[in-house]
């Protein structure tokens, strides 16, 4: 003879079983955050640290190469290249502009701590 199983007692399996799972999700969520927040789970030792002068280098390479982008877009529209639309184009030239704007300004930050330091008395 067959038992059936009562509706009820299944559906309580099932909402303990959910509850379980969403306990050990919560748990588990908030290890990862704890994780995050406390510190970096592994150090990773063999980065090397750039110095300044690199950095500040090559952000003005990185400015200089979407600059010339720019231009050999604008350059290719003119002579009437079909690949090239004039959407491109722009987008380009306004993310040259907005490169050498911010590359300016952080050289007026960097020349002004500069002189800060340099008018510190000893």
Do not use: H
């Amino acid at each position: 003879m067959v038992q059936r199983a009562d509706i009820n007692s299944v559906l309580s399996d099932i909402r303990s079983l959910r509850s379980q799972m969403n306990q050990n999700q919560r748990i588990e969520q908030d290890q990862s955050v704890r994780g995050r927040i406390d510190g970096p789970r592994q150090v990773d030792q063999t980065q090397e640290t750039s110095n300044f002068g690199d950095m500040l280098s090559n952000a003005v390479n990185n400015v200089n190469d979407i600059q010339q982008n720019a231009n050999d877009l604008r350059t290719a529209y003119d002579m009437g290249d079909p690949n090239v639309d004039i959407t491109r184009v722009m987008l380009a030239a306004q993310k040259s502009t907005v490169s050498f704007e911010a590359l300016t300004q952080v050289r007026n930050r960097v020349v002004r701590a500069y002189e800060d330091i340099m008018n510190m008395p000893i």
